[in-house]
């Protein structure tokens, strides 16, 4: 069980929602953006975060998709009225983040309410036909007008282009209408699904379509363009992009997420395909700067071999090239030449970029013109520079290129606005956030699923005790198999892609940990402990994930820690728990895998199966991946997100049962401090007012519910006790009391002074309800 269990974990969650605002905001802001002739406001890899972050945990990442929206426009009038032209691109992967992404459906009609200028595709749009289908037959790809960009992404049948292969944004202010040519590529991403081809990068730019639109010389496309002329360009780019590949392979520069075709053969005859989606006639325009949106990461080799090949093509090297990248999730920029840079705007809308450059007076490029840019030219760059820090950044570049990083923090959108003389919101903004908190509730994403002690995280080693892949091994995973010790589970670690924080948990938190929709399967019914220590080993064989390489690219339920130390006998008896694959006592084991990572794993166990060395037979497989039911129920295949919710719903209550104390979130203390503060305002009042009435001369008593007046004494009043008082009655002739009602019996004036004059028939008895006189009914 966890819980706060501790006075100082509570104060730390306290100390988290109350002062990390103030920490966070302390950031050195901006107060105003650097405009140029050509202005691009940036998200990328927003994976559905387009809610923004929790308030609950993160209140300092406090920006949605309306107040980007509202940004967005409020910054746009502003530059309008400086004569300046702003763009808003999206540079791809939509899914794949929080409970949104699970239907797809219900996601795109929130990013088709952004004026996005352009979009690229990205990685995660490609997982399943699902997606694709989706996104072609109910319109999503068609809204964009042509403005959704796959450079190098092709329907596998037709080989025709999923969205469009380039457009062109028009800047219309400065004195005339200008073009800037726009491509969107994608990096050499092998696992596609089957209704999609994704073209590698170095074939796409010696394409005949690349190189027109990059020569064209009129307003409609030259088809008088010399064959030399076209030969020439083919040869050039691919010699460029030959030695590139090969320059970067020598000098052991890594690519991200990519195969590296460092002996790849330049492509003699370039495959022509179309450059629409449709048979819509191709019209090529004059542009004066190309700006690509590259999903692939900053410092990605294969930035290079597209900016080499457009200035190889173009021969201009004064024509401004903007790159922005993406899918490596971090901040990051470099300059590629005195006139083309490189920008990669972070991840789960945490960042907003920025860039601005201007564009070259005069007529544009003469595109005819075909230089042999020397390969020392293509890789010539100035040393990249570090990430910005957290907060609003800006650093110039050369010739007017500028770039800006921005938290998605209102405070900081604020200030950069108010630097315009301008406000945030707009009304399209809020209906906008309205409508994203209504899709959320209306698919069960903000119910509250359990609490959360700590912070478990990504970038923890899997033996760290806040690590967030130790506690998905060593609990989540057992308790999804139902702790039986003879089960044992494999899987990729880039499976987890978001920390699981502290405090209240919903389905959406759950669902961010791991949101990729995947099932549980079990492939091999019996395995022995020493083909599943040779598996694991092989699989493992690069011995680190790329991206994480504090962690293994597989990892193993439950956690055997002799498998990675070399004193295996000495850590394993002091750290591993009873359960341990490295002290079972079982002879054979079940094999549990993600269907994602079951191809892998087949073919792995597919080669041993062939190695003489080892006794281990296809016999064992199953014919047929077996599905994982949830505790049990045939209905609810279990998923990757859904171990997460079991386990948190079954054993992270928000009472820990020993301390009865409760984990309260920052909206939840500010309602208490509000209705104990009035309740003590009231208590105050009331006890201010009996006060005031006791000492008060006309004052009046309760009874009953209805104030009567309350009298005086006079001081000559007579007090003695009722015995007294009868003694001094007088007395008749006989001795005794006079009887009640005759002549001598004394009247009430002589006990009470000030009386009321008696009620007539026409005037009927006044009670006093508080200070006010009323008559009751």
């Known amino acids: 069980m966890v819980g706060p269990t501790t006075m100082l974990e509570f104060c730390y969650l306290l100390a988290l929602v109350v002062i990390q605002p103030y920490v966070a905001s302390s950031s ?15 998200v990328t890899d927003v994976h559905s975060w387009v809610a923004g972050h929790s308030l609950d945990h993160e209140p300092y990442l406090n920006v949605d998709y309306g107040t980007l929206l509202s940004f967005f426009e409020t910054l746009q009038h502003s530059a309008a009225a400086k004569n300046k032209d702003l763009f808003f691109v999206n540079n791809g992967d939509i899914l794949h983040g929080t409970g949104l992404s699970l239907q797809p459906d219900r996601l795109t009609p929130i990013l088709e309410r952004m004026p996005f200028s352009a979009l690229n595709l990205g990685n995660h749009e490609l997982y399943t036909d699902e997606t694709l289908i989706m996104m072609r037959d109910k319109g999503f790809i068609d809204h964009w007008n042509g403005n959704y960009l796959t450079s190098n992404t092709v329907w596998k049948d037709s080989r025709l282009p999923i969205g469009h292969r380039f457009t062109y944004l028009q800047a219309v202010h400065g004195g005339r ?14 696992n596609a699904c089957s209704l999609a081809t994704v073209e590698r990068v170095e074939d796409v730019v010696q394409q005949q379509w690349f190189i027109d639109v990059l020569q064209v010389k009129n307003r409609y496309r030259n088809r008088n363009k010399k064959a030399s002329a076209r030969v020439s360009a083919t040869s050039t780019v ?7 590949m090969n320059s970067l392979t020598n000098t052991g520069n890594n690519t991200n997420n990519a195969t590296s075709y460092s002996t790849a053969e330049p492509v003699a005859s370039p495959r022509t395909s ?4 449709r048979s819509d006639p191709v019209i090529y325009q004059h542009y004066e700067a190309v700006v690509v949106l590259a999903h692939m990461g900053y410092d990605h080799s294969l930035i290079r071999v597209i900016q080499s090949a457009i200035r190889a093509i173009t021969g201009n090297d004064d024509l401004p090239i903007q790159i922005i990248a993406g899918d490596s999730h971090v901040r990051g920029f470099k300059t590629l030449d005195p006139r083309s840079t ?19 007076p005069g007529t544009p490029q003469r595109a005819d013109q075909v230089v042999n840019a020397t390969l020392n030219n293509a890789l010539s760059t100035l040393a990249p520079l570090e990430a910005p820090p957290i907060g609003a950044t800006t650093t110039p570049e050369p010739q007017g290129f500028h770039h800006v990083f921005l938290d998605a923090n209102k405070k900081i959108l604020q200030e950069v606005l108010a630097g315009n003389g301008s406000a945030l919101e707009t009304g399209r903004g809020r209906a906008l956030t309205h409508f994203i908190q209504g899709t959320r509730l209306s698919m069960g994403l903000t119910n509250r699923v359990g609490c959360s002690g700590g912070r478990y995280q990504l970038d923890l080693p899997v033996d760290h005790p806040r690590s967030l892949w130790g506690l998905y091994v060593n609990e989540v995973i057992p308790h999804a198999l139902g702790n039986n010790h003879s089960r044992v589970f494999i899987q990729d670690t880039m499976a987890l892609k978001y920390d699981l924080l502290v405090g209240p948990i ?10 990729v929709p995947d099932e549980m399967v079990r492939v091999v019914a019996e395995i022995k402990k020493q083909h599943l220590l040779i598996l694991f080993s092989m699989l493992n064989v690069t011995a680190a994930n790329e991206k994480k390489p504090h962690l293994p690219k597989y990892a193993i339920s439950p956690w055997p820690h002799s498998l990675y130390h070399p004193n295996s006998v000495e850590i394993s008896s002091r750290n591993s728990k009873s359960h341990s694959l490295s002290s079972h006592h079982h002879h054979s084991y079940e094999l549990y895998v993600m269907r994602r990572d079951w191809p892998v794993i087949e073919r792995t166990l597919m080669h041993m199966a062939n190695d003489d060395s080892n006794t281990f037979s296809t016999w064992d497989f199953k014919s047929e991946p077996e599905v994982v039911y949830s505790h049990g129920e045939q209905a609810h295949p279990q998923t990757s997100y859904g171990v997460w919710i079991d386990f948190i719903q079954q054993n992270w209550m928000c009472v820990a049962p020993k301390t009865q104390l409760m984990i309260f979130t920052g909206t939840d203390l500010l309602i208490w401090f509000v209705v104990l503060t009035v309740l003590a305002a009231m208590v105050h009042y009331h006890s201010w007012i009996n006060h005031h009435n006791i000492s008060s001369g006309n004052s009046f008593m309760r009874m009953g519910g209805v104030s009567v007046r309350r009298y005086k004494q006079h001081p000559q009043l007579d007090h003695s006790p009722p015995q007294s008082r009868i003694a001094n009655y007088h007395r008749t002739s006989s001795g005794r009391p006079p009887t009640y009602g005759t002549s001598n019996y004394p009247s009430e004036a002589s006990f009470l002074i000030e009386r009321q004059q008696a009620p007539s028939a026409q005037q009927p008895l006044q009670h006093h309800y508080g200070n006010y006189q009323a008559t009751p009914e």
């Open 342 to 360: 490189v920008v990669e705007a972070g991840r789960f809308l945490d960042t907003i970029g920025f860039v601005s450059f201007p564009l070259p």
């Open 274 to 277: 179309s450059t629409r989606s």
């Open 177 to 190: 209408h200008r073009n800037i040519l726009v491509f969107g590529f994608l990096y050499n991403f092998e």
């Open 506 to 515: 919903t389905v959406d938190d759950a669902v961010a940990v791991s949101p």
């Open 28 to 42: 050195r802001a901006i107060t105003s953006l650097p405009l140029n002739d050509v202005n691009i406001v940036i």
């Open 238 to 244: 691919s010699s460029i992009s030959k030695s590139i």
